[in-house]
C-alpha cells in the first residue's frame, strides 16, 4: 500500500472548547412514567449557530431557545454531511452505509429506497402500544415502488412530500406536484412550513390521553428554495437576497415549532412528552447560515457539517432544566434511545446507544469511533472521531491498495476545536491507526444510492409523483 498524502490544512473558523461531559447531578424521574409521546422535530439545513441557544445573533429563535432552556442543550450533536444518510440512520439507529444510503441523498430520479429489511423507529414502536404513528413533512427515503413510502414502513399517518428540495408555494419538485395527504396526491395552497405545522398541531390535537404517539415531523426549511413569506421577510430589512429570505424562512420554522409546542404543552401529558429537535446537517454559509465556531458547512465532513444544533427535553424522564450535555452523539442514538423510554428491547443490531442514562447524568457514553462520509459527486470524503482525535480523509480512502494514495488530515478536536492545526505529520501512528478504523468502516457498506446525478440522463418524473397505481 503506497503512503497516505500528508495535507496541512490552515484554515481558521474560530475557537470553542470540545467540553467533556459538564458535572451535574444525577436526574431521576420521581416515578417510572408510563410510555411517553414521541415528538422529533428535524430541521433542514439549519445551521450550527442560526439559533439563539448557540449564540446566534441575526435570526430570532425564541422557541427553539424555549425548548433548549427548559431541556437539555446537547452540543455535540452529530448528524450526516447532507439529507438522506441523517433521515435513514435516525429512524433505523444503524450506520446508513450497512444499506446503501450514506454515500448520497436521494435524488427524483433514484430507483433506491431504504429496504425493507431495516425496521424503522415506527415499525418498533407498533408493538408497543403506540398505535398512532405520524410523519408530517419531508421523507426523502425514496419513493420509486411502494414499499419505500411511509405507510409502508410503520407510519399510520403521511402528510407530505418524497422529495427534497420542493418550491414552498406550489408545493412541485421538477415540474409535478409533490404533496401527499396519506396515499394521496393533493394540491392545497399555503406555504408548506405553515401546512405541516398546521397538520402536526392537528395530530396531536386529535390523539386520545393514555394512549402514546409518535409523531416525526422533519421540515423542508430552511432548505432551499429560498422563498420566504412577506412578512417573514420584513422582519429583516437589513438582509438581502438569499440572506434575507433564508433568515425569513428560519423565523417560520421557528414560528411552526412554537405552535407544535404549544399542542404538547396544551395537554395534562405535556411532561410525559419526549421531545427531540436537530438539524439534519450542517448550514450553507454563502446564503447566510452560520454553522460558527466550527469549520466547514453542509457537504464537508468537517464540524460545521456535521456537528449540529440540537436540544432534547422530557421532564418526566428527568430530562429538564436548561442543562448542557457535552458528550459526542448523534442520529444513529435516537432509536435506542427512545426505544429505552418506551420500555422496548432494542435489536441487537443497532449501532446508537441508549443515550438516557448519560443524559440524566449517571454515567458517561462509552468511548467509541464516530464516522462521516460523502461521495456525493466525484470526490469522496470521510472522517473518523475517537476520543478527541479526529482523522479526515480525501480520495480512495476505504481501500487497503488504493491507485492513489488519499490525503489525510489529523486534528486533536480538544485543543483545536476549530480544525486549524493539521498534526499529521506530527502524529502519523495515530493516522495509521484511525486510517485502519476507517477502511473497516468501508468493508460495511453495501450497494445502494450512486452518485447524484446517476440515472438522470432521461428522467421524467411521474405525473403528481403517484407512486404505482393511481392513488385517487
Not at 407530505?160 to 408555494?169: F, K, P, Q, T, V
Not at 406550489?170 to 404533496?179: A, P
Not at 454553522?291 to 430530562?319: D, F, H, M, Q, S
Request: hydrophobic share 40%; glycine share 10%; charged share 20%.
Amino acid at each position: 500500500m503506497a503512503p497516505p498524502t500528508i495535507r496541512p490544512s490552515f484554515l481558521f473558523i474560530g475557537a470553542a472548547l470540545l467540553a467533556v461531559f459538564s458535572v451535574a447531578p444525577v436526574v431521576r424521574a420521581a416515578t417510572p412514567p408510563a410510555r411517553p409521546n414521541i415528538l422529533l422535530l428535524l430541521a433542514d439545513d439549519l445551521g450550527y449557530a442560526d439559533v439563539g441557544f448557540n449564540g446566534g445573533k441575526v435570526i430570532a429563535t425564541p422557541n427553539l431557545d424555549r425548548l433548549a432552556a427548559s431541556g437539555v442543550k446537547m452540543t455535540d450533536f452529530r448528524a450526516c454531511p447532507m439529507c438522506s444518510p441523517t433521515r435513514a440512520g435516525l429512524l433505523t439507529g444503524r450506520w446508513p452505509l450497512r444499506f446503501g444510503l450514506m454515500r448520497a441523498v436521494v435524488p427524483p430520479w433514484s430507483k433506491y429506497g431504504l429496504p425493507a429489511s431495516e425496521k424503522t423507529l415506527a415499525e418498533l414502536l407498533a408493538p408497543a402500544g403506540y398505535t398512532r404513528r405520524g410523519l408530517i413533512g419531508k421523507w426523502h427515503l425514496g419513493h420509486a415502488r411502494r414499499e419505500f413510502l411511509p405507510l409502508a414502513r410503520g407510519f399510520t399517518r403521511f402528510y407530505g412530500h418524497y422529495n427534497g428540495a420542493i418550491d414552498y408555494l406550489t408545493h412541485e419538485r421538477d415540474g409535478e406536484v409533490d404533496w401527499h395527504d396519506d396515499d394521496r396526491t393533493v394540491r392545497q395552497e399555503g406555504y408548506s412550513t405553515d401546512l405541516l405545522a398546521d397538520e402536526a398541531v392537528r395530530f396531536i390535537r386529535e390523539s386520545s390521553l393514555g394512549q402514546p404517539w409518535l409523531l416525526y415531523v422533519p421540515f423542508n426549511a430552511p432548505h432551499s428554495p429560498f422563498q420566504a413569506k412577506t412578512a417573514d421577510l420584513a422582519r429583516y430589512p437589513q438582509l438581502s437576497g438569499d440572506r434575507r429570505a433564508y433568515a425569513a424562512m428560519v423565523d417560520s420554522l421557528d414560528q411552526a415549532i412554537g405552535r407544535i409546542l404549544a399542542a404538547v404543552e396544551s395537554r395534562p401529558d405535556a411532561d410525559n412528552t419526549l421531545i427531540l429537535f436537530a438539524s439534519d446537517n450542517g448550514g450553507i454559509p454563502r446564503v447566510g447560515s452560520s454553522n460558527a465556531p466550527w469549520r466547514g458547512a453542509k457537504l464537508t465532513v468537517y464540524e460545521g457539517g456535521t456537528r449540529v444544533c440540537a436540544a432534547i427535553r422530557w421532564p418526566a424522564g428527568g430530562l429538564s432544566g436548561g442543562r448542557r450535555f457535552s458528550d459526542r452523539l448523534g442520529y444513529i442514538d435516537v432509536v435506542p434511545t427512545v426505544l429505552a423510554a418506551a420500555g422496548v428491547t432494542p435489536p441487537t443490531n443497532l449501532d446508537g446507544v441508549d443515550l438516557l442514562p448519560a443524559l440524566r447524568g449517571a454515567r458517561s457514553l462509552p468511548e467509541r469511533p464516530w464516522f462521516s462520509y460523502l461521495h456525493q459527486n466525484e470526490d469522496a470524503h470521510a472522517s473518523v472521531h475517537l476520543g478527541s482525535w479526529k482523522l479526515v480523509a480525501h480520495g480512495d480512502f476505504f481501500a487497503e491498495k488504493p491507485a492513489a494514495p488519499p490525503s489525510l488530515e489529523l486534528y486533536d478536536l480538544a485543543a483545536d476545536p476549530a480544525e486549524k492545526n493539521d498534526l499529521a505529520a506530527r502524529e502519523p501512528h495515530r493516522v495509521l491507526e484511525l486510517h485502519r478504523r476507517l477502511r473497516e468502516f468501508g468493508t460495511w457498506q453495501m450497494p445502494g444510492v450512486g452518485a447524484y446525478t446517476e440515472g438522470k440522463d432521461g428522467f421524467v418524473p411521474p405525473k403528481d409523483w403517484r407512486i404505482g397505481p393511481s392513488t385517487r
